[in-house]
């Protein structure tokens, strides 16, 4: 079965940190751009950040470069986000997904996202005093 699973959510303090995980299943993910999503209750879903096949090539949305992180390791067939300084914005449910396609600001707007061939279910974030 191919899947991604996300994990490494979870409930954190602002200021905190976490990395989360996006782990395939089922195939390698070693040629394909891995893309990160977030969605906050009641927004639409928005691109975080991708990362190429090889890792080469990174891009991150501007608002959050300052304090998210994107690597990947095709050893592990494991692709990574840390995020540090958190905020009560960051919540909501992260996204990663898999595809054949460029790591461009394209890939991360919605009609990039729908170039991508895997979904994971998605790990929560909820960032709160």
């Known amino acids: 079965q191919l899947q991604l699973v996300e994990s490494g959510g979870g409930l954190v303090q602002p200021g905190g940190s976490l990395r989360l995980s996006c782990a395939a299943s089922?195939?390698?993910?070693?040629?394909?751009?891995v893309g990160w999503f977030r969605q906050a209750p009641g927004r639409e879903r928005e691109g975080v950040s991708c990362i190429s096949s090889s890792g080469g090539r990174i891009r991150l949305t501007d608002s959050l470069k300052d304090r998210f992180t994107i690597s990947r390791d095709n050893a592990d067939n494991t692709v990574y986000l840390q995020i540090d300084s958190l905020k009560p914005e960051d919540t909501g449910i992260y996204y990663c997904?898999?595809?054949?396609?460029?790591?461009?600001?394209?890939?991360?707007?919605?009609?990039?996202?729908?170039?991508?061939?895997?979904w994971g279910q998605g790990t929560q974030v909820t960032v709160s005093s």
């Open positions: 089922g195939f390698t993910l070693d040629s394909y751009t």
């Open positions: 997904a898999a595809g054949r396609l460029l790591c461009t600001f394209g890939s991360l707007r919605p009609t990039g996202a729908s170039e991508y061939d895997y």
